[in-house]
């Protein structure tokens, strides 16, 4: 079927829709990233798996990280090449398996590494390995979102490490970003090289991690290329790569829903949707997120406490569908009254939504749809009562 981007008439089911158009914009960004800074950048599954557009990323990117068996799996026998893993625990039934995989498999502490580095060798011979490090630093300032925090279970301290690193280790892992700047990276690099400098010499690889949010409007892509780029000059011995995921979905389509029921009490209006906020956009409550919706705005925090809108305005909560008490956020101006049947648009709902998405109360997933440039929608994916039952098998 085809349908109008904007409103995007006749989708009648809630749908997720990548937009082919602006997942190519992306694309070609991280692309010319990656050329003139000489980098490698992968894409991450944790944000974004939808195996089905995997044929338009080879068009620009020969690799991807996976955290998991089943994301190594992915990269090997649908993307077409084997993964940069890192998990921060690998266990005795899986190793072989995430090894053979695997083209990068970095650690997360030195047990782990005394443990299995020479399984790994034996099931993948001329894999490379490395370390997962702790910069000690992160201006990450959600603190569920923070592995650099203290106590924190993710990667190796300087303290911890020897002036000779373990034999067959071949590069360093730092990752402590969410949907950052290049003025953060740059901040974060000074820290990184204060506490790791000393051992570059002896590595092949740097991995910087994700959360580099380059395809972000207001983000400095030159300012990015050339810390990059003066980064390599100075260690031109190691390869760097760069893991986003967040970058590669960014604003590359939402998730359509539609208004079922509008319940008033104590004067507060809630429209009920066909989704929810738990199963399918779980960072709205984890983070918490506020996502954009279209043709609404979101209240301020002294609207929502005094009630008082803009003339003609008509304030809702947007709820879900499940039976969580919580599965609602609050709240969004709308310059007219909702009625039942109307779609609800929630942007930029692509990256860490379809890769967390529950079946909690056996709510149905939204479909996945591609939408091409001449306006026909393809759907990837419907989702049945089978992929509910299958769960509880």
């Known amino acids: 079927m085809k349908t109008d981007k904007e409103t995007f008439e006749g989708v009648d089911r809630p749908m997720y829709i990548l937009e082919e158009e602006h997942l190519r914009r992306n694309l070609s960004l991280i692309q010319r990233v990656s050329r003139e800074a000489e980098v490698e950048i992968i894409l991450a599954f944790k944000a974004y798996a939808l195996w089905k557009t995997f044929p338009i990323f080879r068009e620009y990117i020969g690799a991807t990280t996976a955290s998991s068996l089943y994301e190594a799996r992915l990269a090997y026998e649908e993307f077409g090449s084997p993964a ?38 034996k099931a993948h011979p001329g894999i490379s390995q490395g370390l997962r490090v702790n910069p000690e630093y992160s201006e990450v300032e959600t603190l569920i979102y923070n592995p650099c925090a203290p106590g924190t279970r993710f990667g190796i301290s300087a303290g911890q490490l020897s002036n000779q690193l373990p034999e067959g280790i071949d590069g360093f892992h730092c990752h402590c970003h969410c949907e950052s700047g290049a003025d953060v990276f740059e901040r974060t690099l000074s820290h990184f090289m204060d506490k790791f400098s000393r051992w570059l010499p002896q590595l092949k690889w740097v991995n910087f991690g994700g959360g580099h949010l380059m395809t972000r409007e207001d983000y400095d892509v030159l300012h990015l290329i050339n810390i990059l780029k003066e980064f390599h000059r100075q260690h031109p011995w190691l390869k760097i790569i760069l893991e986003p995921g967040s970058a590669f979905g960014w604003q590359t389509g939402p998730l359509v829903s539609h208004v ?13 949707l066909d989704v929810s906020f738990t199963c399918h956009m779980p960072d709205c409550l984890e983070m918490p997120y506020m996502p954009a919706v279209r043709g609404a705005r979101v209240l301020t925090a002294a609207e929502e406490a ?3 809108l803009r003339e003609g305005e008509w304030h809702y909560r947007l709820g879900g569908n499940s039976c969580l008490s919580g599965d609602f956020m609050d709240g969004w101006a709308f310059d007219h009254q909702l009625r039942i049947g109307e779609r609800i648009i929630f942007e930029d709902m692509l990256h860490y939504t379809t890769v967390k998405t529950c079946m909690f109360n056996g709510i149905a997933h939204p479909d996945i749809a591609l939408l091409r440039a001449n306006g026909e929608l393809q759907t990837l994916r419907r989702y049945t009562y089978e992929d509910y039952r299958n769960r509880m098998d």
């Open 84 to 121: 940069h893993t890192y998990s921060p625990a690998y266990t005795e039934g899986e190793i072989d398996d995430i090894a053979r995989m695997s083209s990068h498999l970095t650690f997360n502490s030195l047990s782990q590494y005394e443990r299995f580095s020479k399984r790994a060798q």
């Open 260 to 272: 079922v029921d509008v319940v008033e009490d104590h004067g507060i209006r809630t429209a009920i």
């Open 306 to 308: 005094d009630g008082k």
